[in-house]
């Protein structure tokens, strides 16, 4: 497969990109920051065997170290006829690592003291009073009985994944079911929905399992999104534009994209066997259409946002550099932190130091342990989106990574772990 290596090296040296509350990336040697080049062109051979191999189609990835950019190059192309190659402009689609973006934003609205961690969510949105519990399941009919939930679902349990609301697309069985019986296998978008309507609807939907019992990924961001809508009382994608988007420059970072950034937007991968073709070009962009489907008045918090590898890359660098103007240090703190002794109720510290990994509010966050399966910091905090994108925040090295593929189906997490092995085998000191 004919493949292209595109050096995307965003700026010159004397030129930075600055964010307006004083965060910046500017574009750095590698020995500048006691990194070794040459260990990070490994990174390159990485990706190139995988393409070689038809693992991977291609992507663009991004490693920053103390505010300088010293990785930054993007592989392969737009789409299988080779005629466009990935570069600097891209817009992808960030899926779930818009979670991020939400989970700030609650946070600021926590340190204004307008939002309380452990108030119950009904009391910004009344829809969520009383809620029930799936009890039992009558796989025949699919009809089912639930209880009462034992105590509210708090704003801490969406941000720690722990409320009992769940992926219904996800969970294939009953839970599956239930969601299809309610209409709520939403992730994106929605043709007529407001994002007030998602969400009392899903308020309806019973809860997989009692309120902070235990981790299930699932719809709970999107939550967090309408909180925010009640709360500031505007539509969620202004609050992103006025409280993130525009204080840190971030000029490519929609919901909806305008038409005339609609070009920039890159497909979506699938892997048919002997070639990846997109599904754009496969004639099948039924959900991978939606950021082309504005104006709309729904808002995913949890899934709906695209963005450039930089915009992203300037908002995860205001938070490995303290927050600067758009979160404190203390609400920071608190997001990034080991979550999960204070909402599961059967909480076992030794589990989640074999595993190496533990919640914070809206990322995982990553745990020194003796199995070291990592080569992270203890405290690097990170999270991917549906389409094989990643990123990761280390503040001990003061150091971000975004990684940005479009694929429909990519589950091979060792490319991933390989390259960050790859990145962090190159520090020097």
Known sequence: MKTRLTLAFLLLFSVAVFAQNGATLTKGQPASVGMSSDALDKIDQHVQAYMDKNKLPGGSFMVAKEGKVIYNKSFGFRSSKNKQAYGEGDIWRLASMTKAVTAVSIMQLYEQGKIGLDDPVHKYIPAFKDQVVLDEFNEADSSYTTVPVEKDVTVRNLLTHTSGIVYGSFNPGKLMAVYQKFDM???????????EEWINRLAKVPLAHQPGERFSYGLNMDVLGRIIEVVSGTTLDKYFKANIFDPLGMKDTYFYLPESKFDRLVGVYAN???????VEEMGRTQGTDYPKKGPRNIFAGGAGLSSTMMDYAIFINTLVSGGGDILGADALAEMSRD???DVINDYKPDRYQMIGSAFALGFTVYLDSPTKRSPKSPGTYEWGGYFNTKFFIDPQEQMIFVGMTQIAGFNDNTFWEDMYKLIYESIED
């Open 185 to 195: 296998n939403v992730g994106f978008s929605h043709e007529t929905w407001t994002t």
């Open 272 to 278: 048919l066997g002997d070639r990846w073709m997109t």
């Open 339 to 341: 979550q999960m002794p």
